[in-house]
């Protein structure tokens, strides 16, 4: 299957607009990435998460004078953006054009980033979200615009500038995701990431679904990346992000890591609630001690 990633991936949040100590945060952002960078991870940088107001990734990364390595960067793009072309220019400090569709492309297009992941994404009030003729769809056929519709999108107008992932949510009906997911790679995706991976009781859907996604990756020579949740003090939002009501009391995420290692060898992870050096210092331990650096 195509390589895409030679590395782990690392989640990275933008800045929140509107703190109190924004000075700070861009800090604690600027001081993240270049750990992860450093530690030869790629940073992959959110978009709005749970749809909070953040900054852009390519805003970001030009406040904060980070240089980009196209093979240790990701890009996050979601629905929830505006479309006026007539704004269309990055740069310039300009908040409300850089939550523009085509403001953000270009933006990243200029920094030399390659590595887009699209998703539908979580929306809220402050948001604006794309319609389909923002993004060259009928309306009469498309009434919501989704990760489906935005490759289109960038695809068309952006002809081999962007490499697009997609994600996989392993704990939705097997048959379901499968479908949505061949429509992803139908309209460009090259990789998938999937959502953190929860082995124990009870999980033997989702690890049907993980096979059904390794099988349809390498029949369609795409990469898949396995999420891995490492953080036993944020385990509460679990169930939030995968879609599902469990009890999260006896997650324990070196041994969920262990289990992705085991059952899952020479697969790329994208790790998430990430924040200490010495976090990435004990993943980099089991990493090594598993002989396992991942592969294509």
């Not at 196209?70 to 908040?95: I, M």
């Not at 952006?158 to 309209?187: M, S, W």
């Not at 390498?218 to 891995?228: N, Y």
Request: charged share 25%; proline share 5%; aromatic share 10%.
């Amino acid at each position: 299957m195509e390589a895409i990633f030679d590395r782990h991936l690392v989640d990275l949040q933008t800045p929140k607009q509107g703190t109190e100590n924004e000075e700070a945060d861009f800090e604690k952002f600027r001081s993240r990435f270049s750990l992860f960078v450093r530690e030869g991870f790629a940073a992959s940088l959110t978009d709005n998460p749970l749809g909070r107001i953040s900054y852009t990734a390519p805003e970001t990364v030009e406040f904060c004078e980070l240089t980009i390595d196209p093979a240790a960067v990701v890009y996050h793009l979601n629905t929830f953006h505006r479309k006026e072309t007539a704004t269309a220019q990055s740069g310039g400090g300009d908040l409300r054009n850089e939550q523009d569709l085509d403001v953000f492309l270009q933006h990243a297009a200029d920094q030399g980033l390659q590595r887009l992941v699209v998703v539908s994404g979580d929306g809220s009030d402050r948001l604006p979200r794309l319609q389909p003729e923002d993004v060259g769809c009928d309306p009469k056929t498309v009434q919501t615009v989704t990760s489906i519709q935005l490759l289109g999108y960038i695809h068309r107008t952006y002809p081999g500038r962007f490499l697009t992932g997609v994600a996989f949510n392993q704990y939705e009906p097997v048959e379901h995701e499968i479908e949505k997911l061949k429509h992803k790679l139908d309209a460009g995706a090259s990789y998938v990431i999937t959502q953190p991976c929860i082995f124990g009781s009870g999980s033997s859907a989702s690890r049907q679904a993980l096979d059904a996604m390794m099988d349809l990756a390498r029949e369609r020579r795409v990469q898949p990346i396995l999420g891995v949740w490492i953080s036993k003090k944020y385990a509460h939002l679990l169930p939030m992000c995968v879609g599902l009501d469990f009890d999260v009391s006896d997650f324990d995420p070196w041994e969920t890591m262990d289990l992705v290692l085991k059952d899952y060898p020479g697969i790329f992870h994208y790790y998430s609630m990430v924040f200490q050096p010495e976090t990435i210092a004990k993943i980099k331990e089991r990493l090594n001690r598993s002989g396992s650096q991942g592969s294509a």
